[in-house]
């Protein structure tokens, strides 16, 4: 997630930037500029790769002077990291210079207005429209143009604006982003959290959607998008520079797994419009499509298990085989691929070795290669025929949370958008289907809502050497990866199995004592899970039953019941991983263990 931050005051504004870019380099970022306003009009210096690249450029701000600027750190969402497309980005007649965090979802029609009327284009970004939109309905009243500029745009945005006939005047506003006003004496500012202000003022202004920041060394007024002057509380911090990091969390983990409800709606929304799922970068022709006779997926971790969650849900709802790969098998199976294969690689970083192994062997037996990955510009992304990101914004823990929704969301999504251009679902269905993606964002945070109890649970369980976690169909694949965050931040031995396998060698492994999860939110099987829940519960395990919201059965066999909030039976998975991820996260603290840096483990690998 990009980070933003403005300035103006007395004293010289790039040193200050500077600083505050480099506490917001937790949030992850691709390159960083900083735009000044000097005595000779704007300034702007941009640098790709760390923010050590830009310090060296502008020599610690020493080589920016002015009272007044912006900066910004980007993590990459249109257009690969590079200078160009670094922000902040100027209008044609260096008149104005924008940063901007979020997503501006009507960029393309905007672009080609802007296009048609003159205006140049040095960025593949969605945000140039921004600074040229400012340009264009700039005649002398900053308020009025910023007023025009917002009410044009669709999306969701962090702004800072700057002005060269504006002197010592920033302009900051905010739609679905973070954005918070610092307050000091003689200098103000703005931020995109806590982190970038601490170290120079802890006295902050909370700023809320629709809301805009006309800043001066001396004043801050807010107003409305309809101009009107609002009356804002002023909020003293009570955190260190290391806590506000963490947005006041113990650890980057739990930050992170709360974040999720908005990292889902940052991937759904811009891709739901009049009712159908929209995957602008998918670019496979209907009669392309018509030629694909299996799905092959592909991914490692993580996101192995987030790909076993889209081969249940794409096979039920296309009607096509689909196949599940660990990329590290892929690559060395001979496997049979050809020009009707389309093969889908998914991998948050983009980086992952095995995943670009299996994903050049299966291109080259003539596999269309459709990849889902978070990092804009990556080998994975440059690779594929065509990308499909997450936007789920940059993760500081090394054990995935948020990562792997959005790519079960975009799973989801894939699925119901294949089967509607080939014809699978009438009106009716696709509706249904859309409708419940739609509701993805308020049942994850409901699952987290319902569960108060994990803390406890965690307690309980916590000393055991030996945990299970069993389910069937959908709830197998979302217990392999609940298994997985116990294991790698815990470091207790979980596996996960298919229910209906006990007999076949596992239930071997029960004895007086044991836990087992077991996931038995796929209602279709319930029964059927009813009676492993039985068979373990004989043998002596102790159960931790994961159902969803109302049911009551449960409680004949379960020792403790975790609930989640009812859905479309086929997107069960997400609101159910959630409570399994906060379980995890709490039997980690009560073992003393390192929860975001987890021994032995790295965030991405890119060696075999």
């Not at 040193?15 to 005595?39: F, H, M, N, Q, T």
């Not at 009272?67 to 990291?81: K, L, V």
């Amino acid at each position: 997630m990009c980070g933003i931050v403005g300035f103006t005051g007395s004293q010289n504004a790039a040193p200050i930037l500077l600083d505050g870019l480099k506490k917001l380099e937790y949030r992850g970022y691709d390159s960083a500029g900083i735009a000044v306003l000097g005595e000779n009009g704007i300034h702007m210096v941009k640098a790709s790769g760390m923010i050590k690249n830009l310090d060296a450029k502008i020599k610690g701000g020493a080589a920016l002077p002015g009272h007044a600027g912006i900066g910004h750190t980007r993590w990459a969402t249109h257009g690969e990291p590079t200078d160009v497309n670094a922000h902040p980005h100027m209008s044609n007649d260096n008149k104005f210079a924008v940063v901007h965090n979020g997503i501006i979802e009507n960029y393309a029609q905007l672009r080609e207005e802007l296009k048609g009327k003159g205006f140049q284009f040095k960025s593949e970004t969605d945000t140039e429209v921004i600074v040229h939109l400012m340009d264009m309905y700039y005649e002398g009243d900053l308020k009025k143009a910023v007023l025009k500029t917002i009410s044009r745009l669709e999306g969701a945005y962090a702004l800072g604006i700057l002005c060269s006939e504006e002197g010592g005047r920033i302009v900051a506003a905010r739609q679905s982003a973070p954005l918070i006003v610092g307050v000091g004496i003689g200098e103000n500012y703005f931020a995109s959290d806590v982190t970038a202000l601490v170290a120079h003022t802890k006295n902050v202004i909370y700023m809320e959607d629709g809301e805009i920041a006309d800043i001066t060394p001396e004043n801050i007024t807010i107003y409305d998008t309809t101009g009107k002057v609002l009356e804002k509380t002023v909020t003293r911090i009570a955190w260190d520079i290391a806590a506000a990091e963490k947005g006041g969390y113990e650890h980057f983990m739990l930050k992170e797994i709360m974040e999720q409800p908005h990292a889902i709606k940052s991937t759904i929304e811009p891709r739901i419009k009049d009712g159908e799922i929209v995957l602008d970068d998918f670019s496979l022709s209907d009669e392309d499509l018509k030629q694909i006779n299996k799905i092959m997926i592909t991914a490692c971790g993580s996101a192995f298990y987030a790909g076993s969650v889209g081969k249940y849900v794409i096979e039920e709802l296309c009607r096509i085989p689909v196949e599940a790969d660990l990329a590290s098998e892929l690559r060395y199976r001979n496997p049979l691929v050809d020009e009707h294969t389309l093969l889908v690689v998914v991998s948050q970083s983009g980086e992952t070795a095995d995943t670009i192994a299996a994903m050049k062997e299966c291109k080259a037996r003539g596999a269309r290669v459709l990849a889902i990955v978070n990092v804009v510009g990556s080998t994975i992304a440059k690779l594929a025929d065509d990308v499909v990101y997450t936007w789920a914004g940059p993760e500081i823990a090394v054990a995935t949370t948020k990562g792997y929704t959005t790519q079960v969301a975009v799973m989801d999504m894939l699925a119901v958008y294949l089967a509607r251009r080939l014809g699978r679902l009438d009106d009716a269905q696709n509706k249904e289907l859309v409708d419940a993606i739609l509701q993805f964002p308020s049942l994850i945070q409901r699952s987290i809502d319902l569960n108060p109890n994990l803390p406890a649970l965690a307690e309980k369980y916590h000393s055991h050497n030996d945990v299970f976690f069993i389910g069937r169909n959908l709830d197998y694949a979302a217990s392999m990866e609940g298994s997985l965050k116990l294991k790698e931040i815990s470091y207790l031995h979980s596996e996960a199995y298919a229910a209906g396998e006990l007999k076949h060698g596992t239930i071997a492994l029960i004895e007086k004592g044991r836990p087992v999860v077991a996931l038995a939110c796929y209602e279709t099987l319930f029964d059927k899970m009813m009676s492993n829940i039985k068979e373990v519960k004989a043998r002596g395990a102790q159960v931790l039953a994961v159902v969803l919201e109302g049911n009551r059965q449960i409680f004949a066999e379960a020792d403790d019941v975790i609930f989640v909030p009812r859905t479309k039976e086929i997107f069960n998975t997400l609101p159910e991983i959630v409570p399994l991820q906060l379980f995890a996260y709490y039997v980690a603290k009560a073992n003393g263990c390192a929860i975001d840096k987890p021994k032995n483990l790295a965030k991405s690998v890119t060696v075999e």
